[in-house]
């Protein structure tokens, strides 16, 4: 990962590259005024000469002096539609035109206004991010060349928000590997030693329980351990508390589906495209990404991140369509596809959840095709029991650019899940309202009094093709938005 440092003016400065950013409409580029007079006149010379527009996302190099090599010009459009979301993108067009010119270093101002220095960070190192993937001689000459980025900045705050930002940017690095390598290397076991990991670097804050499925036979978590029979790989509920805020009675929970591999079982998927299902334990990802970036934090906090891995196969143990499960809550489960697994997998996750004391709970999951279906890659779907804990939320993801939207969640919607022999289905076949349906399941393992929050990530957690600052490949998808509800939460009552 790239370094990031603050300062307040350009003083001494010298690197690589100068990244400067200019409205549509405007004379000249923003906070051109603090630049060396010559330099300045260059500067403004190039953008007439050139005839630069100011386009969103249109950029112009020129060549620079012995302080900065090359000076960079980005274009923002039109200055009454710009916002974090318009930071967000030019700061990661900065960083990537960086490396496509393998330059080390780079300067930048704030674009706009200071109150956009955390956008402003977060579009570096969203960009920063690259999969290295599994080259047998390695990825020399396509890694980032990228080294130090300085932040202008004349806020108070710039170097600890720098800092911060960081450490939530390396926990969510780890999410996006996990989720980018494939699933003959993330199996459950391999999700429990990022636990161990991460458990390890935090050793006096953070406990670990990981439970075998013989441990989860002894909690009776029959629909966990039915998803897990038709796997060679043993399934894992791996469990990270950590007690920020021992006096308070709010504890949270982040759990994440962690189906390291989605065949469907006995379901069987259709071929094509199979291989993205090596991307089904994304919230699971997730939610180690926003523990550990919550502990890195130290927020003022009680968490317990609860990982239900497993892999859905269909092995000659495997559970079967006709099927009836008895979860961990005493529920029973008739199986009507395989292939609806996540929510097996999570029922017994939330019931532990709230048996270790959770009370504000989050899930997250790539549950339904549907929830693509209806949002593209574009929302994340919300369902939730508690009006304030989802506008707490959403609140949240307002500010973090991670979109989502809420579903409603009325009565009708279970009716479509009830069972003639036992006290549910697991999946309706005409389809009807795929991802509410998904939601409306999960909520008959929430007690009353948990203010609950279930989020559908099938379309947000992975991209197939660059929109954006968002790359192709995993998203990190919601950890941002997780980490900044907790740190609002700390301020208002922890
Ligand atoms: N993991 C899938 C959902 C999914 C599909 C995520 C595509 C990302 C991309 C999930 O386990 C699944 O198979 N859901 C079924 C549910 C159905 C059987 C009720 C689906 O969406 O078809
Ligand atoms: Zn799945
Ligand atoms: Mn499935």
Request: hydrophobic share 40%; charged share 25%; glycine share 8%.
């Amino acid at each position: 990962m790239l370094s990031i440092k603050t300062k307040k003016t350009y003083g001494q400065l010298k690197a690589n590259l100068l990244c400067l950013y200019t409205f549509e409409s405007a004379q000249k580029p923003e906070k051109l005024d603090s630049l060396e007079t010559k330099l300045k006149s260059k500067i403004l010379e190039s953008l007439k000469t050139f005839e630069f527009k100011a386009k969103a996302g249109n950029t112009l190099i020129i060549e620079g002096n012995q302080t900065f090599e090359r000076i960079l010009i980005i274009g923002l459009g039109k200055k009454r539609d710009f916002n974090a979301d318009g930071v967000r993108l030019a700061l990661s067009q900065a960083v990537k035109e960086a490396n496509r010119l393998r330059v080390e270093s780079m300067v930048t101002p704030v674009p706009s206004a200071e109150k956009f220095l955390s956008a402003c960070l977060e579009g570096i190192l969203i960009a920063d991010y690259q999969f290295r993937g599994m080259f047998q001689k390695g990825d020399k000459d396509r890694r980032n060349t990228l080294e130090k980025v300085t932040v202008i900045s004349i806020s108070v705050a710039a170097a600890k928000a720098a800092e911060e930002m960081q450490a939530v940017f390396e926990a969510i690095n780890r999410s996006k590997n996990l989720i980018n390598l494939p699933s003959n290397v993330v199996t459950p076991t391999y999700l429990e030693k990022e636990a161990t990991e991460i458990a390890n670097k935090y050793k006096k804050k953070v406990e670990l329980k990981v439970l075998n499925e013989e441990d989860a036979q002894k909690e009776k978590m029959g629909a966990f351990l039915a998803v897990a029979r038709g796997s060679v790989e043993p399934a894992k509920m791996i469990i990270l508390r950590y007690n920020g805020n021992p006096k308070s009675k709010v504890v949270y929970s982040v759990i994440g589906k962690g189906i390291t591999f989605d065949s469907g079982g006995i379901s069987l998927k259709p071929a094509t495209g199979m291989g993205l299902m090596k991307t089904d334990m994304s919230g699971s990802a997730a939610a180690l990404g926003a523990f550990e970036a919550t502990v890195a934090l130290g927020l003022k906090v009680n968490l317990i991140t609860i990982v239900a891995a497993a892999e859905n196969m269909p092995g000659s143990k495997a559970y079967r369509p006709g099927d009836i499960v008895t979860a961990s809550n005493g529920k029973t489960i008739e199986v009507v596809n395989t292939d609806a697994e996540g929510r097996m997998v999570l029922c017994d996750a939330l019931v532990k959840a709230q048996k270790l004391g959770a009370n504000r709970i989050i899930d997250i999951a790539t549950l339904t095709g549907a929830c693509i279906v209806t949002f593209g890659d574009t929302y994340t779907g919300l369902m939730s029991n508690d009006d304030e804990w989802a506008e707490a939320f959403l609140e949240s993801a307002r500010e973090t650019g991670e979109k989502a939207w809420r579903l409603p969640m009325d009565r009708e919607f279970f009716e479509l899940i009830k069972s003639d022999i036992c006290d549910m289905i697991n999946a309706n076949e005409n389809r009807k309202a795929g991802t509410i349906v998904g939601g409306k399941f999960l909520e008959q393992f929430v007690e009353k009094g948990t203010k609950w929050i279930h989020l559908d990530i099938a379309g947000t957690a992975y991209m197939e093709s660059k929109s954006g600052y968002r790359d192709k490949y995993a998203t990190g998808v919601p950890v941002r938005t997780i980490v900044n509800l907790l740190k609002q939460q700390q301020k208002n009552k922890g």
